[in-house]
């Protein structure tokens, strides 16, 4: 049951990285404005499901991962608010594309690493008596 969970878990980070290049590609070609914000709601959706296993110990970022992906998680943000500058989505052709690839892939990425960032903090502050 764990491994099915584990690879359901990296199928859902895979769809959900695919879904926000594909909504990042039709927003940024003007193709779907995303008015009523569909597209990251469901990023967002797909985002805490990916955490919340995760979070359980049932996803496929283990205990030792959980550092790096928020580290990765952080720069992705940072890139995706660089890119949402009018310098960057001014450039002809490909600014509009960077920029919402980026904004979108930060929405989906955001609330799993907030829930990591909660367990983070959980395991750091335990002292050996919660341990035991």
Known sequence: ME?????MSSWLFLIGLLIA???GFIVGANLWTDTNNYGAILLVILGFVVGIMTFLALGNISKEKIPTFLLAALI???IA????TDWIYGL??????????????????????GLLA??????ASKTEELIK
């Open 3 to 7: 491994t099915w969970l584990k690879k």
């Open 21 to 23: 290049v594909i909504f």
């Open 76 to 78: 992705l943000i940072s």
């Open 81 to 84: 608010i660089g890119a949402s």
């Open 92 to 113: 002809n052709y490909i600014g509009p594309y960077i920029s919402s690839i980026a904004t979108m892939l930060a929405v989906f990425v955001a609330p799993a690493a």
């Open 118 to 123: 909660l367990r983070a903090i959980w395991d």
